[in-house]
């Protein structure tokens, strides 16, 4: 774990920088052993922590991984570990305020979601200038991927850009849509929501520049799973991203129904691809759950019947690995 912090930001406490705090994936010298990784209620896949990085090649690509809202890094640790096994550093952000590796979230990181992409343009800023990674790193290689609201963060940081007003009217038609209410991840109530967006003037503040690009050039590519406010974001900036984009879903996603996100990005975004995984929902992109899981978060960890988190898992990083290798030459 490295912890990053961005000097430009200040945390959601409004005590200290805002953290970045980041886990990080790498092919690894010949002869490291893994071992199991369990955080909290995921099997986090099996790596050999504080291995030393591979010799060759001489520079690696790098891919930025955006967890889903409430989550961590290691939720995603089943994509970032196939993709460090085909030669990529991959580095995942904790997302201040909004995920679960930190003490508590904050209501404000639920809310104010499209401060997201700067995370990552400041990460590639730490990771290049890192004495360890930044020499390493393929500058003209460098693409993202994420979850969720991860996936909305992986589109935004190619040139997506929303428009708040568009959310409001959206949402004063479509008020039981899961886009215009909090996650289930967030254990705040309404009157708490109403409070912070009535008082607190730092989320003011953003509300008034989040139709801002966050677009960061250094990005040549884009995977976004089962992401979230399609009718969210402007039909231009979707229609202007020149960078090659693959969107992957499940078809009884009810969190990010594919009608309202995936497929609207995939019918504005020029040249993207999409597939639409049967019978699969939107936690079944998590990592695979332990027995603690099971019990007390059935509905993050467990999958309908016939659906093999496992398999589904294989099968998008395969799918991931193929995207990367033929956009990022």
């Known amino acids: 774990m490295l912890h990053y912090e961005d000097a430009s930001r200040l945390d959601w406490a409004g005590s200290k920088a805002r953290p970045l705090a980041t886990t990080i994936w790498y092919p690894a010298q010949a002869g490291a052993v893994e071992k199991n990784w369990n955080v909290a209620i995921f099997k986090a896949g099996s790596n050999a922590m504080g291995a030393a990085l591979s010799t060759a090649p001489q520079k690696l690509p790098l891919i930025l991984l955006s967890h889903g809202t409430g989550g961590s890094a290691a939720s995603m640790a089943w994509l970032a570990e196939s993709l460090a096994a085909h030669g990529y550093i991959v580095a995942a952000v904790n997302h201040h305020g909004n995920t679960g590796y930190e003490d508590k979230t904050r209501l404000e990181g639920f809310v104010v979601w499209w401060d997201r992409p700067k995370d990552l343009s400041i990460l590639i800023d730490k990771l290049m200038a890192d ?125 990010a129904i594919p009608e309202f996100n995936a497929q609207v990005y995939a019918a504005n975004i020029t040249g993207s691809t999409i597939q639409i995984l049967p019978a699969v929902t939107h936690y079944s992109f998590l990592a695979e759950c332990n027995t603690l899981g099971k019990i007390v978060a059935s509905q993050v960890c467990v999958d309908p019947a016939g659906v093999d988190r496992s398999v589904i898992h294989r099968q998008v990083a395969a799918d991931a690995l193929k995207f990367f290798a033929d956009n990022l030459r």
């Open 131 to 255: 004495p360890v990674f930044g020499s390493r790193i393929n500058a003209r290689r460098i693409a993202v991927a994420g979850f969720s609201i991860g996936g909305y963060t992986a589109l935004a940081s190619v040139g997506g850009r929303i428009s708040y007003a568009q959310w409001e009217e959206f949402c004063g038609k479509n008020g039981s849509n899961p886009n215009c209410k909090l996650p289930p991840e967030a254990k705040f109530s309404q009157a708490e929501l109403q409070t912070l967006l009535k008082e607190n003037q730092r989320v003011k503040d953003a509300i008034a520049v989040s139709g801002a690009s966050y677009s960061d050039v250094r990005i040549r590519a884009a995977y976004s799973i089962a992401p979230v406010m399609g009718r969210v974001m402007t039909k231009d900036s979707m229609t202007d991203i020149r960078v090659p984009v693959r969107i992957v879903v499940g078809a009884d996603d009810d969190q």
